[in-house]
Structure formats: C-alpha cells, structure tokens
C-alpha cells in the first residue's frame, strides 16, 4: 500500500504540542504495524491569521481535500478574542469543516476506573462505562434559518431555528448505526420528541433506518432524561446519536465524567473515509508551551484516525490498550493530579504499547 496521507494543522496554544505527541505515537504504532504515514503541515486559525490574514488559507483548504485524513491540535487564544476582528479563528475551523463535507462529530467517551479520584462519578458506576457520542454537525438550530431580530410594537424579538430534513437526519443516524454493529450493538436516539416537531421527525428516520440494522437495538430518550442519566447510569450506554445543540450540550456533561478535557479525543465524518480528528478540548493558552498539556486526547484522536480514515484497525487497538495501561500504571499528566508532562506522558503510552503488545 502507498502511504497515508496526513495534514496536521497544529494551529493555536497547545495545538502544536499535542499534535507532536500524537503524530510520535501513531509513527511507533505504524512501524509496527509495517505501515506509514507522510505528514504535510499546513496553518489553520490564529496561526493562519497572523501569516495571512485568513484563517483558513486556500492552501490549507486544498490540502485537506486532497488528503487521507487531517489532524488538528486547537484554533483560538485571547490574541484573537477581539470581537471587531474581521475574521476569528474558530471561522478557520467552521470552513474547514464545511470543505471536508463532514456532518457527524463522534466522541468516544471511556470512562476509566483508575482516574475516579478525577471524575465527579462513583467507582461502581464507572467501571466498564463506554460509550460513543454522534452530535450532528451542519444543521439543527445552529445553522437553521430564519434567525435574527425584530422590533415589534416597541418589543424586541430574538429567534433561531430547529429545522432538519430527513436525509440530514437519516445519514447521521445511519453512521451511528454502522458505528455500533461492532460495539455493544445499541443506539440509544436522543430527541426533544414530547414537545418538538423535528425531533419527531427525528424518531420517525431512526426507527426507519433501525429498522435496516437487524441485531441493533433502537431506543429513544429525551434529552433531558439523558443528561440525567448519564450521571446515574452511564453503562448502559453505547452509541449515542443526537442533534446539534443536544449533543453540544451532553457531550460536554460526558467530557466531564472523564475527569479531564485533556484525556477526549474526536473525529468528524462525512460519506467518506476521509475525517478530520481533534481533541475536544480548547487551546488552552494558560500552560501553552510549557509542556504541561495532557496529550491523550490528541493521542486517542490519532488512533481514530487510523481506524476510520486509514483502516488500520491493529494500530488504533495498540494505540489506545496502550493509553488504558498507561494510566492503570499511574501515568498522570498534571491536569488529572500528577506531574508528568507533555513529553514523558507520550513515552509513558509508548512504553505501555511495547508492554501490551
Ligand atoms: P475553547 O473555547 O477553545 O474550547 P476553552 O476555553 O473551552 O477553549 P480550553 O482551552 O480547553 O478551554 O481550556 C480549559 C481549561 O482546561 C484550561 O485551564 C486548560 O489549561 C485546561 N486544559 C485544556 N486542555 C488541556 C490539556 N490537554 N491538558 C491539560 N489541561 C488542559
Ligand atoms: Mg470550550
């Protein structure tokens, strides 16, 4: 096979030290592996900016067409937080998506029993808890139209709009479908189906599309009820698939359960293989540089990638056995209570792959 093609886009805070991490990790588990990998980087958000007044340079846009997969670091920082700046770096990241056509956003979320001293969760509860997060991307409220003012006898309004059609709604259930055939094989829906009419739309295409995956249970919960229980029984979880603004909103309650924004990764998808991954978490300007960032969640992200944009479903497994055996060992960045940084974290999970293998 020719080698994979990866863009990393570093971008802004600790962007560019979680991806080093990452890229180190997934070039020991594809040596491995008799694979490889060549990496183009390319400027993506406040970094962009500075170099071109764009956050998402054309160049960068073509890149990221053309490759087999994109890794991003983090887009953002106060330097860019001027509200009259004509363009902001999270644009980049809005545009990107857009170009790759990607519409669902997955994020695992592995709850480990070694880090309950980090989680709000009792031990019994999360022992085994692992489930997998698809928040539709391009549609829902977010992006429905009309939004906007008016001024009305005196009053002003404000009003956004939830409007899915069926085939938004139908590819991204169908993804989470497909997601957990090799899981626990249950998609839990997540809708506002009581009082919304596109969340009754919503169960509509799900129990429709369910109903082309035999062997995969179907259940439907209001969100409200799943924020709930996702603290009372986040075992019973695998596959969770939901609007835009649901999945904003659980995927951070979920985010943290873990114990820290530093340990998630992500992956966003199209019809495709072709996927652009990040951690979920933010910049973080307040330790970029100081090689303090947990790398984990770039580390699992690069193990996505190699899963759904590479195929290559030994080295994602290597990658991530190694990430659980490094913190049941006690590998602790400083955002979970240790003090290993940046760099010995990523040679803890290294060490830990040579030992699982
Ligand atoms: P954004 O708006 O870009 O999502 P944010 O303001 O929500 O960013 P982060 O930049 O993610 O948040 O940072 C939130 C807090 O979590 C900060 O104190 C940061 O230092 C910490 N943090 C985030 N990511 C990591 C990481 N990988 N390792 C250690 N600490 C982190
Ligand atoms: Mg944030």
Known sequence: MTSARIVVLGGDGIGPEVTEAALHVLGVAAKRGGKSFETRDELLGGIAIDATGEAMPERTREACVAADAVLLGAVGGPKWDDP????????GLLGLRKAMGVFANLRPVRLHAALADASPLRRDRIEGADMVFVREL???????????RAVENGVERAFDTLVYDQNEIERVVEL????????????????????????????EI????????????LEHQLVDSCAMKLLTHAKDFDVIVTENMFGDILTDEAAALAGSLGLLPSASLGEGPRGLYEPIHGSAPDIAGKGLANPVGAILSAAMLARHSLGWTDEAAAIERGVDVAIAKGARTRDLG??????EMTNAVVDAMSQAA
């Not at 799900?206 to 249970?217: F, L, P, Q």
């Open 138 to 148: 391009t549609g829902g409220l977010y992006f429905g139209t009309p939004k906007g």
């Open 206 to 217: 799900a129990v429709k599309v369910g109903a082309r995956h035999g062997g995969i249970s």
């Open 338 to 343: 240790g003090t290993l940084g940046t760099r």
């Open 84 to 91: 009259r700046a004509k363009t902001r770096p999270e644009a």
């Open 176 to 203: 989470a479908f497909r997601l957990a055939a090799p899981r626990k094989k249950k998609v839990t829906s997540v809708d506002k189906a009581n009082v919304l009419e596109s969340s009754r739309l919503w169960r």
